[in-house]
């Protein structure tokens, strides 16, 4: 019973809040939302398993809809299947973009791929010299008395090192060596079918010039991922630096074609900037589609939960909560105690990255994930084809005694 109580005190204070939002929207009451109120709008969050839709009619009414993720044999995305959905649109038929006037969106898509080392395949670029940095890294070790010490793998498929460097100061010691066996190995390298690159140089954060001579010739070789230290993570330490230049190489590239697949049916040649989308970042604010980045989107889906949960309790009168928000395929812990807690240095599944992110315990196992036996431990599966068959296995532990 208190369970029910609570849950029906929260419903009751969420309608309360979607009220209000319709009240700041209304046209009459708030003329400066007057251009977009005539129009649909639509928040959504797409999840390993589920993909959770609220959206505002023309009108003001708040709907709500849910459906898999997943469900290749039903439609190829679930974000524009539950637009469809609610809109009323039949499959096949273009979605009506001039009537959208926003869609935010938090996603998993680069969180996964991460997870499930699935980004494309990337090249590393660095000072020679320092081929292997990344790999030794800090040194650290979590569990000092492990006697069997297992590296995370790198997510980096290729690197070549490159003649040229920079002191401390600024002074240029080695000119960068554009020379014939650097042609050749990118060449090999690009032949090999990897198109995304990463360069990072020692002090290249402060003196970007080599970077920048580097990356233009492999924007004319047709590489068409690069991602530059100095304008990825414009900070000082070589490894930490490093290590989300090419998170960034590894998960843009898939972040970009899902982002202008979604762009490309919500928007048509007459009106092109009818509907407004944007993502939600890890660090909890939204950012235009063009400017969301690999690594900004880690936690794209559970940083929109943080902020839900903490305007949600503070309607009901509570400022200081903790976040315990379990989807299909992992669960989410946060914290808030009159603010939001934010890292700027972390490491989601063995990557460090360095990029303002909310402070977000996550367990790689949720209410709907697998388990399989390998004969002597078992194991959360963590493939895509797992995840579909993951909300079977939610209904099936409901209904369970």
Same mark, same amino acid.
């Given at each position: 019973?208190?369970?029910?109580?609570?849950?029906?005190?929260?419903?009751?204070?969420?309608?309360?809040?979607?009220?209000?939002?319709?009240?700041?929207?209304?046209?009459?009451?708030?003329?400066?939302?007057?251009?977009?109120?005539?129009?649909?709008?639509?928040?959504?969050?797409?999840?390993?398993?589920?993909?959770?839709?609220?959206?505002?009619?023309?009108?003001?009414?708040?709907?709500?809809?849910?459906?898999?993720?997943?469900?290749?044999?039903?439609?190829?995305?679930?974000?524009?299947?539950?637009?469809?959905?609610?809109?009323?649109?039949?499959?096949?038929?273009?979605?009506?973009?001039?009537?959208?006037?926003?869609?935010?969106?938090?996603?998993?898509?680069?969180?996964?791929?991460?997870?499930?080392?699935?980004?494309?395949?990337?090249?590393?670029?660095?000072?020679?010299?320092?081929?292997?940095?990344?790999?030794?890294?800090?040194?650290?070790?979590?569990?000092?008395?492990?006697?069997?010490?297992?590296?995370?793998?790198?997510?980096?498929?290729?690197?070549?090192?490159?003649?040229?460097?920079?002191?401390?100061?600024?002074?240029?010691?080695?000119?960068?060596?554009?020379?014939?066996?650097?042609?050749?190995?990118?060449?090999?390298?690009?032949?090999?079918?990897?198109?995304?690159?990463?360069?990072?140089?020692?002090?290249?954060?402060?003196?970007?010039?080599?970077?920048?001579?580097?990356?233009?010739?492999?924007?004319?070789?047709?590489?068409?991922?690069?991602?530059?230290?100095?304008?990825?993570?414009?900070?000082?330490?070589?490894?930490?630096?490093?290590?989300?230049?090419? !998170?960034? @190489?590894?998960?843009?590239? $898939? %972040?970009?074609?899902?982002?202008? /697949?979604?762009?490309?049916?919500? =928007?048509?040649? &007459?009106?092109?900037?009818?509907?407004?989308?944007?993502?939600?970042?890890?660090?909890?604010?939204?950012?235009?589609?063009?400017?969301?980045?690999?690594?900004?989107?880690?936690?794209?889906?559970?940083?929109?939960?943080?902020?839900?949960?903490?305007?949600?309790?503070?309607?009901?009168?509570?400022?200081?909560?903790?976040?315990?928000?379990?989807?299909?395929?992992?669960?989410?812990?946060?914290?808030?105690?009159?603010?939001?807690?934010?890292?700027?240095?972390?490491?989601?599944?063995?990557?460090?990255?360095?990029?303002?992110?909310?402070?977000?315990?996550? !367990?790689? @196992?949720?209410?709907?994930? $697998? %388990?399989?036996?390998?004969?002597? /431990?078992?194991?959360?599966?963590? =493939?895509?084809? &797992?995840?579909?068959?993951?909300?079977?296995?939610?209904?099936?532990?409901?209904?369970?005694?």
């Amino acid at each position: 019973m208190l369970i029910e109580a609570a849950t029906n005190y929260a419903a009751k204070n969420v309608n309360v809040h979607l009220r209000k939002v319709m009240i700041d929207l209304d046209p009459q009451k708030n003329p400066t939302h007057s251009e977009i109120a005539p129009r649909w709008q639509f928040w959504i969050d797409r999840g390993g398993t589920f993909t959770d839709i609220v959206a505002q009619r023309p009108n003001g009414e708040i709907v709500v809809h849910k459906l898999l993720s997943e469900n290749p044999d039903r439609y190829f995305d679930a974000p524009l299947q539950g637009i469809r959905d609610v809109m009323g649109i039949p499959t096949g038929t273009p979605i009506p973009a001039e009537q959208i006037a926003v869609v935010k969106m938090g996603t998993t898509v680069a969180t996964n791929a991460l997870l499930e080392r699935k980004g494309d395949g990337t090249l590393l670029l660095i000072t020679k010299g320092f081929r292997d940095a990344l790999k030794i890294g800090y040194q650290a070790r979590p569990n000092i008395f492990a006697r069997q010490i297992i590296l995370p793998t790198p997510i980096y498929e290729q690197v070549i090192e490159v003649e040229e460097r920079y002191s401390a100061q600024g002074e240029e010691l080695v000119p960068v060596q554009i020379d014939d066996a650097l042609m050749d190995a990118l060449q090999t390298v690009y032949a090999a079918g990897i198109r995304s690159c990463a360069i990072a140089f020692l002090h290249g954060y402060r003196y970007p010039s080599h970077e920048r001579q580097v990356a233009a010739i492999v924007r004319e070789m047709g590489f068409t991922q690069i991602s530059v230290s100095h304008q990825v993570s414009p900070l000082m330490k070589l490894v930490s630096r490093g290590d989300t230049t090419v !998170v960034d @190489a590894y998960l843009s590239p $898939i %972040l970009r074609r899902y982002v202008d /697949r979604i762009a490309a049916q919500l =928007s048509t040649l &007459e009106t092109a900037s009818a509907c407004k989308l944007m993502f939600m970042q890890s660090n909890g604010g939204l950012t235009d589609a063009q400017q969301f980045q690999g690594k900004d989107s880690i936690l794209s889906g559970p940083a929109g939960g943080i902020v839900g949960a903490v305007k949600t309790s503070a309607i009901a009168g509570f400022h200081k909560i903790i976040g315990f928000d379990m989807g299909g395929t992992s669960t989410d812990v946060s914290h808030f105690n009159g603010e939001y807690e934010r890292t700027f240095e972390t490491e989601v599944a063995g990557v460090r990255l360095r990029a303002p992110m909310m402070a977000i315990h996550t !367990v790689a @196992a949720g209410g709907g994930s $697998i %388990l399989e036996f390998d004969g002597s /431990r078992y194991r959360v599966a963590r =493939s895509q084809q &797992e995840h579909f068959l993951a909300p079977l296995a939610t209904v099936i532990m409901a209904r369970s005694p």
